[in-house]
């Protein structure tokens, strides 16, 4: 992710551009270029698991994608202050076994002057689905520019 004009204070554009980068680098699911877009010593809340430094980002990101499978993610900028950014999002993704998985969650970010995110707190829910009721079927990469965003999902 491109730290470029994407740093403290942000404005709801800068915020927004912030968020849309880290949902494109997340749909890479390169581990080595999402954990660039934090600082070396950030901290992490991920569910029930707590993670510090990038060495450790990756090594949790690597281990994310070996286990969810066709993951999708939409993120969206909820609020946002000069140097703080909330998140909500959703991402599916699916097991070994073939089970279907909608994940529903909030992000709260911090970040240093350089744009790189010191801190990320986020609280996550998986909820089973039939394959059938799957809404993200764009190819591996960033989700498309016409694809529709939270704020216009039913749920």
């Known amino acids: 992710m491109s730290n470029t004009a994407l740093v403290p204070p942000f404005t709801k554009e800068t915020a927004t551009k912030k ?3 880290a949902e494109d680098a997340w749909n890479s699911r390169d581990p080595e270029r999402v954990s660039m877009a934090y ?10 698991e707590f993670v510090e430094g990038r060495d ?3 090594d949790f990101l690597t281990g994310k994608w070996e286990k969810e499978l066709d993951y999708r993610l939409i ?3 909820w609020a946002f202050s000069d ?3 909330a998140v909500r999002f959703q991402y599916e993704w699916h097991n070994e076994a073939n089970e279907w998985f909608r994940a529903y969650g909030n992000e709260l970010w911090e970040f240093d002057a350089e744009g790189r995110m010191r801190r990320r707190e986020a609280s996550i829910n998986d909820v089973p689905i039939e394959a059938s009721d799957r809404r993200y079927h764009w190819p ?16």
């Open 75 to 77: 993120k969206e900028m």
């Open 140 to 155: 591996q990469g960033p989700r498309p520019a016409d694809h529709p965003g939270l704020i216009d999902s039913p749920e």
């Open 39 to 48: 600082s070396l010593d950030s901290h992490w809340r991920n569910r029930a």
């Open 83 to 85: 140097d703080r950014i």
């Open 19 to 21: 968020v849309r980068a």
């Open 56 to 58: 450790q980002i990756r």
